[in-house]
């Protein structure tokens, strides 16, 4: 049973426009929400985290929602960019109990077009 | 400073073989991680070292996986025999605390054959 479901697996946004990928999550226990980046060839990075008593983060282009009552999170991709085109993942985790013990989506495969 | 590196990026091995995979951490990071992405799911945990003892290994798959940290420093990670369904990409990550940020390498892609 897969713990956090991830969608889309696949995006394609044209060059200026809004990218959303949406998260939902199964353990009420979890009180850490990470996003990692990846691209080809490298290892997933820390993009943007939040904690359950935030509804909303934003850093930049990138703002996490997050609705505690829906068990759901999202990222947004404010005004995306070619060089945004990576696969992203949403991660859970009971950091005060587990630490990086990670529970990660599916993936969604960002393409942004020029 | 480097980051997390791990060996070889690329392993292709029969069915039955034995492969090992190394990761080393950052220089500090006492705390080592492995995870595995297999036929494009999702990233799963495997276990969680802390110096050179095991902390969390609930998400090994089997006893043909061995994980050792000796000396607290790299990690090694062995598939003694390879079956097919072990083929995927597997990360290792460090933190230089439990709850500190996780820093992942490149990923070993293992496929057996």
């Known amino acids: 049973q897969q713990q956090v479901k991830q969608s889309p697996q696949s995006l394609i946004v044209q060059k200026g426009g809004i990218s959303i990928i949406n998260c939902a999550y199964e353990?009420?226990?979890?009180?850490?929400f990470p996003w990692y980046q990846q691209f080809p060839g490298k290892g997933p990075a820390l993009l943007i985290a939040?904690?359950?008593?935030?509804s909303e983060k934003k850093e930049g282009r990138f703002t996490i929602s997050f609705n505690k009552s829906a068990k759901q999170f999202s990222l947004h991709i404010m005004d995306s960019q070619p060089g945004d085109s990576a696969t992203y993942f949403c991660a859970a985790s009971m950091r005060w109990n587990a630490g990086n013990m990670l529970t990660f989506g599916g993936g969604t495969r960002l393409m942004v077009k020029p | 400073e480097a980051g997390v590196t791990q060996f070889p990026s690329h392993s292709v091995i029969e069915k039955g073989q034995t492969v090992t995979l190394r990761c080393d951490p950052i220089?500090?990071?006492?705390?080592l991680y492995w995870y595995r992405r297999v036929m494009g799911k999702e990233i799963k945990f495997l276990l969680h070292?802390?110096?050179?003892?095991?902390?969390?290994e609930s998400g090994m798959p089997n006893n043909r996986f061995l994980a050792e940290r000796t000396g607290g420093t790299y990690s090694t990670l062995k598939v003694q025999p390879a079956e097919l369904e072990d083929s995927g990409v597997y990360f290792c990550?460090?933190?230089?605390?439990?709850?500190?940020?996780?820093?992942f390498g490149q990923g070993t892609r293992l496929t057996v054959v």
């Open positions: 220089s500090g990071h006492d705390n």
């Open positions: 939040i904690r359950p008593d935030v």
């Open positions: 070292f802390v110096k050179e003892s095991k902390q969390d």
């Open positions: 990550a460090s933190s230089q605390t439990p709850r500190g940020e996780a820093f």
């Open positions: 353990n009420t226990a979890f009180d850490y």
